[in-house]
């Protein structure tokens, strides 16, 4: 193809078919089942999810690859041009049994995953990413990398399979290693309002301050009293810090 890979948009292509077929048998795709692919790049995981009947839409930024895919797989796959931040979820707007298949560039994975939940919860997510993105997506409260989104993941899903993927397997090979990671969808998905989300972003951009005098500034002395209450009654308190706050507790905070 004449095509080298752009290090400015995080392109490393998985090389090895052995690990794209445990990522989509992990990920548990059935025949005409709704799939997500963001970043098909040479085609891959494609390849693995078509031959398991999986009706796909896949999302690509680079023109040179989207040419790529078109030509491979011609209607095979529904082929959605852009950036995932943008497009999320392609075209698709049912998520009930949708799975998702994912190597995207480090950069976007957060902002991406935010951006998807937004839009609802697919029934299962087989994401290949880089180990620092797994471990801020997997991390507890306490742990410095703690955050919105592992508050959000652990609310309405639960991790089912892990696997090390070494530098090796991709080109160019990435300079850190890389995980598969599965993700099934818990029976009653928490979904958090607009609002609250903002809120808490905005609390952990100053995850050093106790969220008491940051709250003060944001809610009514109604909303103070109950948070303090919720607080209280998991012996927390307004001198506490964002990322001391467990799930379970913001998930009370949500609805309190």
Do not use: C
Request: net charge positive; aromatic share 8%; proline share 7%.
């Amino acid at each position: 193809m004449g095509f080298h890979a752009r290090t400015r948009m995080g392109q490393n292509f998985l090389t090895d078919g052995n690990l794209a077929q445990k990522l989509v048998d992990l990920s548990r795709i059935e025949e005409g089942q709704p799939v997500l692919e963001i970043g098909p790049g040479m085609g891959m995981i494609t390849r693995k999810i078509l031959d398991a009947g999986g009706k796909l839409t896949a999302v690509e930024l680079d023109a040179k690859l989207a040419t790529h895919v078109r030509q491979t797989f011609g209607k095979q796959v529904k082929l959605v041009e852009g950036d995932a931040v943008d497009f999320p979820a392609g075209a698709i707007q049912e998520f009930d049994q949708l799975a998702v298949v994912a190597n995207p560039p480090f950069a976007i994975t957060g902002p991406w995953l935010a951006k998807l939940l937004d839009l609802g919860f697919p029934k299962i997510m087989g994401l290949l990413l880089q180990k620092e993105a797994v471990e801020r997506i997997n991390a507890s409260s306490g742990s410095k990398k703690y955050g919105p989104l592992s508050m959000r993941i652990e609310a309405a899903y639960r991790q089912i399979a892990q696997h090390p993927v070494p530098p090796a397997s991709f080109f160019p090979p990435p300079t850190i290693d890389s995980q598969m990671v599965v993700f099934e969808r818990l029976e009653e998905p928490k979904r958090f309002s607009t609002e609250f989300l903002k809120l808490v972003q905005e609390l952990f951009t100053q995850r050093r301050k106790q969220v008491g005098g940051m709250l003060k500034k944001r809610l009514t002395e109604e909303q103070l009293s109950q948070w303090e209450q919720v607080l209280k009654g998991n012996k927390l308190s307004f001198q506490s810090r964002p990322e001391q706050i467990p799930t379970s507790v913001w998930i009370e905070l949500s609805e309190s």
